[in-house]
């Protein structure tokens, strides 16, 4: 196998064949089922929860994790904070020429390993090689399918008095991204917090009753997720900017450009709106994960009817957040 | 009108530092600075720190605002006078 | 030092001195039947009161207006319609902090431009658009210089570089503006009577705290620097407000940890050697005579209204009030095109662009509904 893809890996014939085998066939192989073709699977009765979503990162190793990590955790995480349980995967893959066939295995090893660890198998796959400059290196696009095992969430039942709970500290992957391209000459320590929610969630939903949603604020960050939860559902949900858990560096790296942490992607986060009398049982399971040490309270429900979110300030303020608007800048002044 | 941001010094070399601010850093120039030793704090605008933080005088300023929320205004006596410790600093 | 500057941001001592601020205003106001008018001459002020809360916690005691210290929100429309169109020039790189990228052109904005396949980069500070001169010597690249005295060294300072490395495609559009010309002309224009001004903190470390003391010489005008934190902003409307109570018109630097009386030399130094005094025209107001500054003849060769010409149509007109919004004449919910059709994804004006204009600020910290 060449150290380098070429597009003759992309054109269906003899090196084709090559790359599927040197690379994908051992660590996307589950039992028998047909690869890169039409893939068969057993099902049980009910619904299919579906989703997609392609992924464009840069670098494409960052601290924390790598863009095939982040395609199985983006996806799956998706399944799971509709309320099913993610059971098959397919993925694309657009490389560009010259791509490095080792880093395409690390890619493709840990995809499979972060599917394993959930109990996912990945059943379908393709590869497309484009020309040089038409890719920045690779793109990702990753589809699963679930179905439900515990009563659904339901964000209709949303309550005045329902409190607002999210598992850890925000805008890690947007900040390790920022800093991980050395755009703007900064550095720092910090981490993605790309990590797949599966187990965290099933475990919520098997022993609290009255999660009325969740949702990965991932792109947009946890202003963009909570506002559009709040006008989906028409309620009025006050977080209080002195509970939200942001890492020191996160706010630093922030500060130097102008950003602000709320409109920071996650990878790892969920945000979950229950009952307030199950506020406790939702942060004690979460604490029980790795990807749960830091899960706090940050708001709750104060009336429906409107649809608003509002950042109370240590002052006592409110004010009223909006989606993010546009890309942010660096700013100076 | 301009950004800045308090940061520390962590290196120093002839023209330019790497800060730290509050766990994440950069390098920075210090044409304006020159003086600056590793372990002051400086406020950065635009790439450049612009200004020592003067310890010292920082303590002093918190002391004033604290005196500030010490200083009695109840009943109904306006506390205003040429005497008053926080405006005759 | 790390445990001092928290306390700058201590919510309960913030809380404390909140209500100190409303008790001195209210004694203001006891004493001469109206709440005191004060002006925060810096955008970044006008964002921090707005972030943090301060300016909503206070709206029923002082009555804070925001200035002119925008840099982006006071640059007129035909100096923003020509920087725009320097990005189409052939064979440009058009070098700028991230604040230019949305503000609306007449016609399109950078952003725009640079999704059109135009060379428009996002820089940290001046001297890496030198660096990426030299990386590309075939190309001219052109920094916008907007800002004010704290940026005008930065701007300086690049040239300086320029020069040393030999670096010939390296060049500045200038549309600096200057802080006390400005003040003057609010002043004497007697739009808005302003009791006193919160002084821009970092515009000080250049200027120092002297530069201020015209104002209380010779317009009997009080005024205060203060720095940005919560702690800082309170201080300053207690202090200020407290100033204007005994009658005697101060200047006080409330941020003398970070800026000194004299200012940085070295700063100063930088902008007189390559820059001098000019007319500039600002948003709203027409040139103002001296309120800017421009390359000295002898460094034209880094001027790039001199290298390039730029021919721009008449500039667009619209509904937009940012110009009324600087002199602080009116609040932004009295533009008819507030939170309607501009907003920050799809702003009208300047002011809704730049993170401390007015609009934005108010749009973004200030809404209930
Ligand atoms: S709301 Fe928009 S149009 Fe109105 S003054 Fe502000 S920026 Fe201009």
């Known amino acids: 196998m060449e150290k380098f893809i070429t597009m003759a890996h992309g054109d269906g014939g003899e090196q084709s064949h090559e790359l599927i085998q040197a690379v994908f066939v051992e660590p996307f192989s589950s039992e028998k089922e047909a690869i890169f073709d039409a893939a068969t699977m057993p099902w049980t009765s009910g619904e299919v929860v579906m989703s997609t979503d392609s992924f464009v990162v840069k670098p494409l190793f960052f601290p924390g994790g790598n863009i095939g990590k982040l395609a199985i955790t983006g996806t799956l995480n998706d399944i799971s904070v509709s309320g099913a349980k993610p059971m098959y995967l397919t993925c694309g893959f657009i490389i560009e020429e010259g791509f490095s066939v080792d880093d395409l295995k690390t890619i493709v090893k840990s995809m499979r390993d972060e599917a394993d660890k959930f109990g996912v198998k990945i059943v379908a796959g393709d590869t497309k090689v484009v020309e040089k400059g038409s890719a920045d290196g690779m793109f990702i696009n990753t589809t699963a399918v679930g179905m439900y095992v515990h009563k659904r969430p339901n964000p209709y039942e949303i309550q005045a008095g329902d409190s607002v709970l999210i598992n850890g500290t925000i805008g890690d992957h947007g900040v390790a991204l920022m800093t991980a391209r050395g755009q703007l000459g900064i550095t720092s320590d910090i981490e993605s917090d790309c990590a797949v929610l599966t187990d965290m969630i099933d475990k919520l939903q098997a022993e609290v009753a009255s999660i009325r949603i969740m949702r990965d604020p991932t792109r947009g960050g946890l202003a963009t997720s909570l506002v559009e939860i709040a006008e989906d559902f028409q309620c009025k949900i006050i977080i209080k900017e002195r509970n939200i858990p942001i890492r020191n560096e996160v706010h630093g790296a922030c500060d130097i450009v102008g950003f602000d942490p709320l409109y920071m992607a996650n990878e790892g986060k969920v945000i979950i709106i229950c009952a307030q009398e199950d506020e406790e049982k939702v942060l004690t399971i979460m604490k029980e994960f790795k990807t749960g040490q830091n899960a706090t309270k940050i708001g709750s429900v104060s009336e429906i009817g409107i649809g608003q979110l509002m950042l109370e300030t240590p002052l006592g303020a409110k004010r009223r957040l909006s989606r993010l608007a546009g890309v942010m800048l660096p700013r100076i002044c | 009108m301009c950004v800045g941001v308090p940061a520390k010094v962590i290196e120093k070399e002839e023209y330019q530092a790497v800060v730290d601010v509050m766990g994440s850093k950069m390098t920075v120039g210090i044409i304006f600075v020159q003086d600056v030793k590793v372990g002051d704090y400086v406020i950065v605008h635009a790439g450049q720190a612009m200004s020592i933080i003067d310890e010292e005088a920082a303590l002093e300023s918190l002391e004033t605002w604290k005196m500030i929320t010490e200083a009695r205004e109840a009943g109904g006596q306006s506390p205003i006078g040429e005497s008053n410790p926080v405006v005759n600093r | ?369």
């Open chain 3, 1 to 369: 030092m790390k445990e001092i500057l928290e306390k700058f941001s201590d919510a309960d001592f913030s809380i404390e001195l909140l209500d100190k601020v409303k008790e001195v205003a209210d004694l203001f106001y006891a004493k001469h039947g109206r709440k005191p008018v004060l002006m925060e001459v810096c955008g970044s002020h006008t964002q921090a009161f707005a972030k943090s809360g301060v300016k909503y916690a206070i709206k029923d005691h002082v009555h804070l207006i925001a200035g002119p210290g925008c840099p982006v929100c006071v640059t007129d429309q035909t100096s923003i319609d020509s920087m725009i169109e320097l990005s189409n020039k052939e064979n440009v790189i058009v070098c700028t902090f991230g604040d230019m990228m949305r503000v609306p052109g007449s016609r399109y904005t950078l952003m725009q431009t640079k999704s059109q396949g135009k060379d428009v980069r996002i820089v940290y500070s001046p001297l890496d658009a030198v660096k990426i001169a030299r990386e590309n010597p075939t190309k001219e690249v052109v920094f916008l210089g907007i800002g004010f005295e704290t940026t005008i060294p930065l701007l300086g300072a690049s040239i300086k570089e320029a020069v040393r490395l030999d670096v010939e495609n390296y060049s500045i559009w200038m549309n600096t503006k200057l802080v006390e010309p400005i003040l003057r002309y609010l002043i004497s224009l007697g739009e808005v009577k302003v009791d006193g001004f919160l002084l821009p903190g970092h515009v000080s470390i250049v200027t120092g705290e002297e530069f201020y003391h015209f104002l209380r010489d010779e317009y009997n005008v009080p005024g205060i620097i203060s720095g940005f934190e919560p702690v800082e902003l309170l201080s300053g409307l207690y202090r200020l407000t407290h100033c204007l109570l005994s009658g005697k018109a101060e200047i006080i630097n409330d941020y003398p940890f970070v800026v000194s009386k004299k200012g940085n030399k070295v700063a100063q130094d930088l902008m007189a050697e390559f820059f001098e005094i000019a007319d500039e025209p600002w948003r709203g107001m027409g040139v103002i005579s001296k309120s800017g500054m421009d390359f000295k003849p002898e460094f034209n060769q880094f001027n790039a209204k001199r290298k390039f010409d730029i021919e721009i149509p008449e500039a667009r007109k619209t509904k937009c009030k940012c110009g009324e919004i600087i002199r602080g004449l009116i609040e932004p919910p009295a533009c008819p095109l507030f939170g309607k059709a501009c907003k920050p994804v799809n702003p009208i004006g300047p002011c809704m662009v730049s993170s401390e204009g007015s609009c934005a600020a108010y749009y973004n910290f200030m809404r209930e509904e």
